[in-house]
């Protein structure tokens, strides 16, 4: 199953009209891995994390910007990642070197 279409059952979506919008929190859920790793390439491992990013991202559309989101009695509350997808993230981010000094 490739990720747009694991993305579409996770999100109950059964019909091609949204493929685009789906295609771009993809390959926006796949930068903010990739940059959140500092890595070039998406490991496979890391496959259902960047799904699940995705799908937490198309579900947060129109709250961009806000902690939480009132319309009448229903308040929704735009969480972060779970911690179990950080702690695994975590587990893939490579180190970055501030400086080299050669000893000599």
Do not use: Q
Not at 96 to 104: F, I, T, Y
């Amino acid at each position: 199953m490739t990720p747009l279409e694991s993305m579409k059952v996770r999100l109950g979506i059964r019909v091609p009209d949204e493929d685009c919008l789906l295609m771009l929190y993809l390959e926006d859920a796949r930068e903010f891995i990739l940059g959140y790793t500092n890595r070039t390439v998406l490991p496979a491992p890391l496959v259902p994390a960047w799904i699940v990013v995705a799908v937490r991202m198309y579900n947060r559309r129109g709250m961009e910007g806000d902690a939480s989101h009132t319309i009448g009695d229903i308040t929704r509350v735009a969480e972060a990642l779970p911690a179990d997808h950080i702690r695994l993230l975590n587990a893939w981010r490579l180190g970055k070197v501030l400086s080299v000094r050669g000893r000599g």
